[in-house]
């Protein structure tokens, strides 16, 4: 039997600030054309910040090695550099929780890119099919 008990949410609003500073500098799913655009000028990408004016995160993390080749004229020094700065770009989740069993001091981990009900309830369900868990408490 699965049991969440949700009484021991903390919330730490200085390390929220900090998460929130290293975000602005990468591009992320939710990163909008403005975005898009300050991290490509202040990753040195002058020459093709014009050609990617209206790319969000989304559209920018789905291009392709030959996309991005396209899009930069043939420019292999310039698609190249790109490619391989955005594939490095992690995509942040929206909520991380740590869960613990009942009177441990262990923790695991639960990263939530969806926030949605059903992912919740998979990653639950994976973590409980671990040996040993059976009744955790999630800290937010």
């Known amino acids: 039997m ?3 008990s949700f009484s021991n949410i903390e919330y730490n609003s200085k390390q929220c600030q900090n998460y929130q500073a ?5 591009i992320t799913m939710r990163s909008s054309s403005d975005e898009v655009l300050h991290w490509l000028n202040h990753n040195s990408f002058f020459s093709v910040v014009n050609r990617f004016q209206y790319y969000t995160g989304v559209d920018l993390l789905r291009l392709t090695k030959n996309d991005i080749r396209q899009i930069c004229n043939g420019d292999d020094a310039i698609s190249i ?4 700065q955005l ?15 009942t009177n441990s001091d262990i923790y695991s ?3 939530l890119h969806t926030l949605t009900k059903r992912e919740l309830g998979e990653k639950c369900f994976e973590l409980s099919q671990q040996p040993q868990q059976k009744i955790f ?3 937010l």
């Open 109 to 111: 981990t639960i990263y």
């Open 137 to 139: 408490y999630i800290i």
């Open 2 to 4: 699965l049991s969440l």
């Open 87 to 101: 594939n490095e770009t992690i995509i942040q989740s929206l909520k991380i929780l740590y869960i613990t069993l």
């Open 81 to 84: 550099r790109l490619h391989y």
């Open 22 to 26: 290293k975000v602005e500098t990468k």
